[in-house]
């Protein structure tokens, strides 16, 4: 009989203890993304037969869109590393009606990705000496399918939109850092555009 007792007891103490280990708050870890490695940075020319040229990241390639509606100097900055591709499309500007339909659909394509959106922030843009003007849309929240777009234009002539694209699952949250790290490229490339007039 005291052997059971002894056994009684330490099994007892031993619940006792379990039960005294168990009493913390144990919360699952938030959840991590693995760490992406961003190139160095280094910048080349694009200047072409195009009637527009800029700076661009050397760890981008520009090829010609070979959408099936892809229409004369239209072209893809793409982002190997990222999965990424910024979209380029260009419009000759006929009068201001058609300036207007061109700034609508810009407009119109930003909104088809509202749904989708947690909410999104214009930055108009200017830049007198080159006659650049437009607008940058951020596209904030986790499936927007496109964080970033925008118009640029002088106005009379020229028209070019951009919209930048990864070939992923749309999850912004994971790929903000890339996000972040390619809109400064096109904030630049934004900067050193220049029209072509003598096309």
């Not at 059971?4 to 009493?23: D, Q, S």
């Amino acid at each position: 009989m005291p052997g059971l007792f002894k056994n009684t007891g330490l099994i007892l103490i031993a619940m006792l203890l379990f039960l005294f280990a168990c009493n913390h708050d144990h919360s699952p870890l938030p959840r991590g993304y693995f760490r992406i490695a961003l190139p160095e940075r280094d910048y080349r020319e694009f200047d072409t037969l195009f009637p527009y040229q800029f700076t661009y990241p050397d760890y981008a390639n520009i090829v010609p869109d070979e959408r099936a509606d892809a229409e004369s100097y239209w072209a893809d900055m793409v982002f190997p590393e990222f999965s990424a591709v910024l979209h380029l499309s260009y419009k000759t500007i006929d009068d201001e009606n058609t300036l207007n339909e061109y700034i609508e659909d810009g407009r119109s394509f930003v909104n088809r990705h509202i749904p989708k959106a947690t909410g999104f922030q214009e930055r108009v843009y200017a830049h007198d000496s080159n006659r650049v003007y437009g607008i940058l849309y951020e596209i904030k929240g986790r499936e927007a399918a496109t964080p970033l777009q925008f118009y640029l234009t002088d106005s009379t002539k020229h028209f070019l939109r951009g919209a930048l694209y990864f070939n992923v699952t749309p999850n912004n949250d994971s790929l903000s850092p890339v996000i972040n790290f390619i809109q400064e490229d096109i904030m630049l490339m934004i900067e050193s555009l220049e029209w072509k007039d003598n096309l």
